[in-house]
């Protein structure tokens, strides 16, 4: 089986450390680099907890610091509710021994893509600053894109504001550039990413696994699922960014329906939304695979399976 070549931007946040975890040992994925970005903590946070996790995991993928700000407008408040104040809030690591690479992500983006033979798939579960970047950068490395699968937007409600999600609030400019990129566009947004909820049971599941990546798991979910009980009356936190890589590592775990969507970067209250033409109504030419409906249970079989691949 040909690997799938994965560069993964991210924002660490637990959510987010707990993509790495799963595009980091799985046979179908080829993991080129991490790169990082702001926004659910400050870039210095989010640098070193993508570093704590690949060097808790024993994974050596290159991590890549990117920018601090977005595009246009002053950065929003991080998400010290949701994360804490390192943006990791709950698991004690080992002292850092893992650096950062010197090279900034936008400039890592064009020059592997560049270099790349075969055309690269992009996650992005943070703000898309830097790969809005690389793509003005360097235009030549679009036809280099074979998607970019995204977590973020939503056809139905925000989580900042009634329109708006986090990930696409915090740049909606550097959104927009992608979202008119002409790249394949894969949407994992609220619509299904608030239906794997982090229950108990399954917090108890992951755990008897007992090893290295469970113990990491129950450690960050313990910590998520408090902030999330706290701020929205969860019992169970929503897993927003792992199942964008649970569905490239198994694509019959969402169901997709083609849309055209726009972001609003011109509104004051629609600010940041991701407007989705469900219906077709407006007959234009779909730009996006937006996901409607997600298997829970096979999300958490992968998720049990990504963590078992640390025995």
């Known amino acids: 089986m040909d690997k799938r070549k994965l560069i993964l931007d991210c924002d660490p946040g637990h959510d987010d450390a707990i993509g790495i975890l799963l595009a980091g040992r799985d046979p179908s994925i080829d993991l080129m680099g991490i790169t990082v970005v702001s926004g659910n903590q400050t870039i210095d946070n989010t640098v070193r907890n993508a570093l704590n996790v690949c060097q808790y995991l024993g994974l050596d993928v290159p991590v890549y610091p990117g920018s601090p700000n977005s595009l246009v407008r002053v950065r929003p408040p991080v998400a010290a509710d ?32 560049r270099a790349a033979e075969e055309p690269v798939t992009i996650a992005t579960t943070g703000p898309m600053t830097n790969l809005a970047l690389a793509m003005r950068l360097a235009p030549d490395i679009l036809p280099k894109i074979k998607e970019v699968a995204f977590m973020g937007g939503s056809y139905g409600l925000g989580n900042v504001t009634p329109a708006a999600e986090f990930n696409i609030i915090t740049d909606a400019e550097a959104a927009y550039v992608v979202f008119n990129s002409g790249c394949k566009l894969t949407m994992v947004g609220l619509d299904v990413t608030r239906k794997v909820l982090c229950l108990p049971s399954v917090v108890e599941r992951m755990e008897r696994i ?14 998520f699922n408090k902030t999330q009980k706290e701020i929205f009356g969860w019992e169970g936190g929503p897993l927003h960014d792992p199942l964008t890589i649970a569905w490239l590592i198994d694509p019959s775990v969402l169901t997709l329906k083609p849309m055209h969507c726009t972001v609003d970067i011109r509104g004051t209250e629609g600010y940041g939304r991701t407007n989705c033409d469900y219906f077709g109504y407006h007959k234009q030419t779909p730009n996006v695979d937006v996901a409607v409906e997600v298997d829970v249970a096979k999300f958490w079989d992968i998720i049990e399976e990504g963590i078992r691949r640390y025995d």
Request: glycine fraction near 10%; charged fraction near 25%; aromatic fraction near 8%.
């Open 210 to 223: 007992g090893n290295r990546a469970s113990r990491l798991f129950v450690d960050l979910v313990k910590f």
């Open 82 to 113: 949701i994360h804490g104040s390192t943006g990791l809030d709950g698991p004690v690591f080992e002292p850092l021994t893992r650096k950062a690479e010197g090279k900034h992500e936008a400039l890592y983006i064009v020059d592997a893509l």
